[in-house]
DNA sequence: TCTGGGGTCCTAGGACCC
DNA sequence: TCTGGGGTCCTAGGACCC
């Protein structure tokens, strides 16, 4: 049997752990820029604040109806989904993190020595008792029927306690004639449309279908995701592995035409992807530059243009990479246009250990050095050093007017009870 | 005025090899 | 007039996920 664990609005539920007054409120988590809205607690789900809201568009609403509003938080949500990992992986030793907030255990065999729904009530309890985190788990022989099993444990919580198990035949055929096929797992937007066409409503409808026609169809994914669904074990439990692609893309706080501050900026990107790349202890030999012009904007010229960038050998300095973001920027760097986003993706990574050796080339061996060193300085003094192309004095920040504290990773940032 | 960011996998088609 | 067969590798684009 496999569980899967999913922490309930998790952002929004983040932010009350560190602030109990919250409890039972209305609360929204936006994206970066403070764009959008891309968490909502039960309560803004209820007064119909969509998923991807601008927030300028909502803004009205969220005054009159007293609606919590913060920036995201990624250091205190990385940090909590840490904690609860490592809690759950007290439960399994077979755990594969999906997402920041989503595990899948494996409970191989485990129904023969625990009653299964005791054993999910206690993942419940550790969870909320040890972070403050409310989480629903979905316990079905697939991954796809337990991704279906926690649907139905969150969406009728009352009933169920936050814990649904599907385990016969019938059970499942029913939870399937009730899962509406564009909350199925694995089935977008496209897809959706396609099935709709063809009058399949739900994901019953759609286990039924033909095995060669759902491959030609939507491809092998497809019929992977519809034999699992089926409660053929197909899709297993993976390895959380290494990223392949890494990236660091942003839009602007303005639109800006002046080359200059572009550059300033991808320097940054590329710093980060550098930080990245470190971390998980692997090089990069080719990043991707990509610059775009305001979408929303159908007043003014739009421009968009990505270009590939090889690094002179597999890298993770941000020197280096700077040096080849800069290269490809200024192969697509046009004048005259409003630029409002850019980005890097670094893609081709390989551990960090196995470097390759060239002929003709090879990196200052002080760059690795230095990384480690500049590395260990910004973690303890907070991202103080930087690079020449950053700019240094008038610091540009993204909009972050709603920002909570990083309670969880900084001491001076601390919750503090007053007695 | 304002509209996110970061990933994975698959397929088709082109370039290349012998 | 006629012009093979069988591969691999890479990339872009499109689908999906949270």
Redesign the pocket.
Known sequence: MYALVDCNNFYASCERVFNPLLENKPVVVL???D??V?ARSNEAKAMDIPM?A?A?QFQKLFDKNGVHVFSSNYALYGDMSKRVMNILSEFTPDIEI?????AFLLLAGFEEHFDLEYYGRQMILAVKSRTGIPISVGIAPTKALA?VANKIAKKFSARTGGVYILDDPEKNRKALLWTKIGD?????????KRLLALNIRNAQQFVELHDEYVRKEF???GLRLKRDLSGLTTLSLEATPK?????????FEN?YSDYNELKERVSTYAVKIGE?LRRQESNCSLLQVFVLT?Q??NDLKQYRASI?VYTPTPTNSSITLVQTALTGLSMIYKEGYQY??A?I?ASKLTPAKQKQFKLFSEENPKHEQLMKVVDQLNFRENGKVKFGGQDLGRTWKIKQERLSNRFSTRLNELIIIKV
């Open positions: 994206s970066n820029n764009g959008c891309i991807g601008p300028f999906y997402s920041i907030d989503e991704k199925v797992w694995g089935i977008g937007r496209q897809y959706e491809s092998v994914v990223k392949k692609n890494i990236a660091v893309t942003r839009a639109m990245k305001n929303f904007r590939s409002k986003k980005g993706i």
